[in-house]
């Protein structure tokens, strides 16, 4: 997980080498909870590509414009879909470096 990836200036991810766009959805709230760091809050969109998904917060503050989750180091997802109200993505997500 990355705090503020790159992002291009239209507020799209700069790709790794061999990473494929699989997926973008706007109008996106997201909730993190980073040890250490607290609860971050955040609306815009998120960008899921074969290597990672990406919260991208427009309007937020400089400290948090974009995050990173990579794929492979995310556990105990659950995604749910209430009959009322949104869809909704959770899990837990190991960091880079201990």
């Not at 996106?28 to 980073?34: N, T």
């Not at 250490?36 to 074969?50: D, E, F, R, S």
């Not at 995310?74 to 899990?91: D, L, M, V």
């Amino acid at each position: 997980m990355a705090l503020n990836p790159p992002i291009c200036a239209g507020y799209e991810p700069l790709r790794v080498q061999g990473e494929h766009f699989c997926l973008q959805r706007m109008g996106v709230e997201f909730e993190l909870d980073i040890k250490g760091m607290g609860k971050l809050k955040g609306y815009g969109k998120v960008i899921v590509t074969t290597v990672r998904m990406v919260l991208i917060n427009p309007e937020g503050k400089p400290e948090f414009k974009a995050f990173d989750l990579p794929l492979a180091l995310t556990h105990h997802e659950k995604f749910e879909q209430p009959i009322f109200g949104s869809n909704r993505w959770t899990g837990q997500c190991r960091p880079l470096n201990n």
